[in-house]
């Protein structure tokens, strides 16, 4: 039997106005003809661009060769995104895709909607002597004659600002820049199954991959998409002269963030979500000084530090405890630093928690000894690891020797430090996330990587294993390193890592 669920009092109503209109509902904005002619006329001339080309340009050249020798004769395309809903009308900030970014030298929040195309040519044809020539295809402002000028609130001048024009973008980039509106056709030239192959980066803006589906009915052979996102990946794993001074720009202004940070720990532990006292201070720095912070920052108190990702950050900040910062300042060309230290609120570590945090330094020493050209990537974690094995055994709380916890099979030690030692930083605050094994962890270790060294010790208050003295501390100290020819440079050094030179430090910051 079926029945009709329909309530008698809410009939339905045909001509309702459709849910995706009514956010309009509260609009007062005048349309009449008489008013559109109004608000697009009498505006006085534009003032003269004022657009320089960005000193990322300089480099940009070099990686999109590098690219197009591993792709002769494809089209690839490499969307910046577009906009991310944070809740019903409201975006988050734009952030362009990260290999766009690189490929391109735009930063901040360059450039919603913008897709970089490197078009096949005759091999050496193209730009740089490469196999292709890079085009951008962007969305650029309106003229003042437009509805989009006055009414438009994602892309308008008047609700955000003039954007850049084809010219401004042309200047900034030294890239070949077109219409947004001519994408279409150009990624559709001359494919088919004996022509061109286009390739898109998977993930970064459904609409243009919606477009390259639709164009690529008509290939033979199946997309290499994910080789295309291998290979950008890889692109990074070796800074180039302008990519390092970023990294050291970045690292630079995490710094200056850690100082505010310190000069605000009287505050924090007057304020019952004192680490919130903490992140806000780090997160306005980052705003004022860069583009963002690169990832959200950790602000962890006492027993939160053993919370490894802990965000929450809405605990109090207490005399006598450790507080662990995890911060990195984004800065414009959105290069991020990834820095970590562990602070004794009061400015004076105990003797356990000093035990432990010793322990962690000297694995990051160890670490920093054997991270030199020829090296493998996986062996920093090995010394890391050695250190921590041995300190724990002559600490009682291994249950077998540090030799037989160090055998891949057993790991006893990995209960207090179950994250790894290092990763690849950059664009992206875990870069070259989609690198080969090859190329990551079995790498040998090469001028102009840039990565973390992060060992840590994490005694979880509820840990029955360890004695009482040890429950509720967690320390990590992480530092960003570059490869150079002969060594290493910790480029984060100028923040104090040894223990009394924090101390030192941390009474000068708050006397
Ligand atoms: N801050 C994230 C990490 O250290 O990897
Ligand atoms: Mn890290
Ligand atoms: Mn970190």
Request: net charge negative; proline share 5%; with cysteine.
């Amino acid at each position: 039997m079926s029945q009709d669920v329909t309530p008698e009092t809410s009939p339905a109503e045909p001509d309702a106005q459709p849910l995706a209109d009514r956010g309009s509902n509260r609009a007062q904005r005048p349309g009449s003809p008489e008013f559109v002619a109004w608000i697009t006329s009498g505006w006085g001339e534009r003032p003269a661009s004022s657009a320089t080309r960005s000193p990322a340009a300089d480099h940009t050249a070099s990686r999109r060769s590098a690219l197009s020798g591993q792709f002769s004769g494809e089209r690839l395309v490499v969307p910046a995104g577009t906009f991310k809903v944070r809740s019903n009308d409201t975006d988050y900030r734009f952030r362009p895709h990260s290999a766009f970014a690189h490929l391109t030298g735009l930063g901040v929040e360059q450039e919603p909607d913008a897709v970089l195309v490197l078009h096949p040519v005759e091999d050496g044809a193209g730009d740089d002597g490469s196999g292709h020539h890079a085009v951008l295809y962007v969305r650029p402002l309106a003229g003042r004659d437009t509805d989009e000028f006055f009414s438009d609130s994602r892309y308008g001048e008047f609700w955000v600002g003039a954007r850049p024009t084809l010219e401004d973008l042309e200047t900034t980039t030294g890239i070949t820049t077109r219409h947004i509106d001519d994408l279409r056709d150009a990624l559709a030239k001359d494919v088919g199954p004996d022509g061109v192959q286009v390739l898109v980066v998977p993930g970064a803006d459904e609409t243009v991959e919606a477009v390259v589906e639709e164009i690529r009915a008509a290939e033979a052979a199946g997309a290499r998409d994910e080789k295309l996102a291998e290979a950008l990946s890889e692109l990074r794993l070796i800074k180039d002269a302008y990519e390092i001074e970023q990294m050291q720009l970045a690292v630079d202004v995490t710094i200056e963030g850690f100082v505010k940070i310190v000069s605000r720990l009287p505050v924090a532990q007057e304020h019952e979500r004192g680490e919130r006292v903490i992140e806000g201070t780090f997160v306005g720095h980052a705003r004022q000084e860069g583009n963002a912070v690169g990832y959200e920052t950790i602000a962890a108190a006492g027993e939160h530090a053993t919370t490894l990702h802990w965000i929450d950050n809405d605990g109090p900040v207490r005399a006598g405890e450790l507080v662990l910062i995890d911060a990195g300042v984004e800065v414009d060309s959105l290069y991020t630093a990834d820095v970590t230290r562990t602070l004794p609120v009061d400015g004076t570590f105990t003797e356990v928690q000093r035990r432990v945090y010793q322990a962690v330094l000297d694995a990051a020493d160890a670490a920093f000894a054997v991270a030199v050209p020829g090296a493998r990537f996986r062996d920093i974690h090995a010394a890391a690891m050695e250190v921590i094995a041995h300190r724990l055994a002559d600490w009682g709380l291994l249950p077998v020797t540090a030799e037989e916890a160090l055998d891949p099979e057993k790991q006893h030690h990995r209960r207090w430090m179950v994250h790894g030692t290092s990763h690849h930083l950059g664009i992206d605050v875990h870069d070259c996330a989609l690198a080969r094994s090859e190329h990551y962890l079995d790498a040998v270790l090469e001028p102009g990587m840039v990565f973390t060294i992060e060992p840590g010790l994490y005694f979880k208050s509820d840990d029955l294993v360890v004695p009482a003295e040890y429950r509720g501390i967690g320390v990590r100290i992480e530092d960003d390193v570059l490869i150079t020819a002969d060594g290493n440079v910790n480029l984060s050094a100028a923040l104090p890592r040894e223990p009394d030179a924090i101390e030192a430090w941390m009474a000068d910051l708050l006397q």
